[in-house]
Structures are given as C-alpha cells and as structure tokens.
C-alpha cells in the first residue's frame, strides 16, 4: 500500500472523527460505488489493517461502550479521496470525539510494546521504521517517548558495533 493510500484512509476517519473498522470498510465502499469501482472486501480489510500497522490509523479502546475506534494517526496526512466529502451525507455515521490524551497514552503503550519486539528479534527494518513514528508522535501528541527513541537508537548503535 502507499502512503497515499494511507493518507486517503485517514481523510475519510477525519470526516467522521474516528470510525469502526465495519463502518470504514462501509465508507470506502460507498466511496467506491459513488467513483465507479468495484471493491474487494478482503482488500479493503487488509488496507485498514495495514494503516493501523502502520500508525496512519490508530485504534482507540473506548472503555464506555467496549468499541474499538479507528482514527487519525501520527503518521497521517489526512486527504479526502474524490466524491468522499459526499459521505457524511449518505451515511447515517456519528461524529465522534476522541480523547486525545487517552489516545496518545494508548498509542505509546502500542509503540513501547512494538519497540521492544522489534529490539527483541533484532529487525533493523522495524526498528528504523519505529524510530520515525517516534518523532512523528510528539509531534502529533503531547508526549515524550524519548526513552522508547533511546532504546531504539541504542539496539541500532550495538547491531552496527557487532
């Protein structure tokens, strides 16, 4: 998937604040009919899993209603695909607020546990890839995951003086 798919994918959660995974494979197949596409719902779950693994997307437990909740993630540059701006109007979805200081410690939790996967099997891929979302999650939340960025740093630092 690229990047812009991606950022396609977080556009039409930013319409709505934050949806269910049912409710964006609903909308991006809405999307799809309104553009003249066919689309493949197997596709569809693997691209919103995707920008989930890839922290375009971010879920958001919502302990009132036992829901996960897809929104905007650090990684994202929300754009809205063609017609998608239509979408609110056709579908009956509400428009949801996330906490975003419950969902920044959330996010963390997920990165410190990614990170430390990634450190424990050694994969300098994953580790690089981290490293990025770091950055882009202070910047996107108030937080401070500097000490997740140092042990990323240092498991680099001893792979490259092995």
Same mark, same amino acid.
């Given at each position: 998937?690229?990047?812009?798919?991606?950022?396609?994918?977080?556009?039409?959660?930013?319409?709505?604040?934050?949806?269910?995974?049912?409710?964006?494979?609903?909308?991006?197949?809405?999307?799809?009919?309104?553009?003249?596409?066919?689309?493949?719902?197997?596709?569809?779950?693997?691209?919103?899993?995707?920008?989930?693994? @890839?922290?375009?997307? $971010?879920?958001?437990? =919502? *302990?009132?209603?036992?829901?996960? %909740? !897809?929104? /905007?993630?650090?990684?994202?540059?929300?754009?809205?695909?063609?017609?998608?701006?239509?979408?609110?109007?056709?579908?009956?979805?509400?428009?949801?607020?996330?906490?975003?200081?419950?969902?920044?410690?959330?996010?963390?939790?997920?990165?410190?546990?990614? @990170?430390?996967?990634? $450190?424990?099997?050694? =994969? *300098?891929?994953?580790?690089?890839? %981290? !490293?990025? /979302?770091?950055?882009?999650?202070?910047?996107?939340?108030?937080?401070?995951?500097?000490?997740?960025?140092?042990?990323?740093?240092?498991?680099?630092?001893?792979?490259?003086?092995?």
């Amino acid at each position: 998937m690229s990047e812009a798919t991606y950022d396609d994918l977080a556009g039409v959660v930013d319409l709505f604040g934050a949806l269910t995974r049912e409710e964006l494979a609903t909308a991006l197949d809405e999307l799809a009919f309104k553009q003249g596409r066919e689309t493949d719902g197997d596709a569809l779950s693997g691209a919103i899993s995707d920008a989930v693994d @890839a922290y375009y997307l $971010v879920p958001y437990e =919502d *302990d009132e209603t036992d829901a996960e %909740l !897809l929104t /905007v993630g650090p990684m994202a540059f929300p754009t809205l695909p063609d017609r998608a701006e239509d979408l609110p109007h056709i579908l009956d979805y509400p428009t949801r607020e996330v906490p975003r200081g419950e969902l920044a410690t959330q996010v963390e939790s997920r990165l410190r546990a990614a @990170a430390a996967s990634a $450190v424990q099997t050694g =994969d *300098d891929d994953e580790i690089e890839r %981290l !490293l990025d /979302v770091t950055y882009d999650l202070e910047a996107w939340a108030d937080t401070d995951v500097g000490s997740i960025r140092e042990r990323l740093d240092a498991a680099l630092d001893s792979e490259g003086q092995a």
